[in-house]
């Protein structure tokens, strides 16, 4: 059996909208082909997504709170990559004393999307697939994040069809 597709799965994929594309992963996911990770960043927010995911009939995403899986670098490295993240995604946040304008709830927001995105990095992971274009995706940023991290292999994707194609390729060449 070929190793399996390792997908990172952004918390802005959960969406009605993307039902056919998240049926295909998860077709994926039984036969073994591709293994999704979504990560969240507190057991208070994985309670939440467990009955998000119940309502929308998708309990065969696996949710894992960050650190619950080994991560194999040092608290430097951690602290390293967590800032780059931070630097590309938020560059107009960057400095405490405007991250600290912004309201509780968006502070929290961006940082699990820098945990979640530093996290993919460091266990890279195939692909990071999100549908939030804002923060990974436009104005350069998927570009810019891929050419930072490239050491680690870091892809970023739209939960798309093209995507979808991609991924079909790619499993169909390693069986």
Known sequence: MAEEIQLTLDTSCIDDRLGDFLNELKRLKDLGLVKLYLELNSKIEKKKYEGTLRKKH???????????DYLSCSMEENKKVFGKVR?????????????KTLSKGKQISMWNDWSILTYHILNRRDFFVTMDKRGFINNGKKEKFEEEFKEH????????????????VLVDAKK
């Open 58 to 68: 998708l309990e065969w995403i696996e949710l894992n709170t960050i650190g619950e």
């Open 153 to 168: 292999g870091l892809r970023i994707m739209e939960l798309n069809e093209e995507f979808i194609k991609e991924l079909k």
């Open 87 to 99: 630097g590309i995604h938020s560059p107009e946040y960057s400095g405490e004393s405007f991250f």
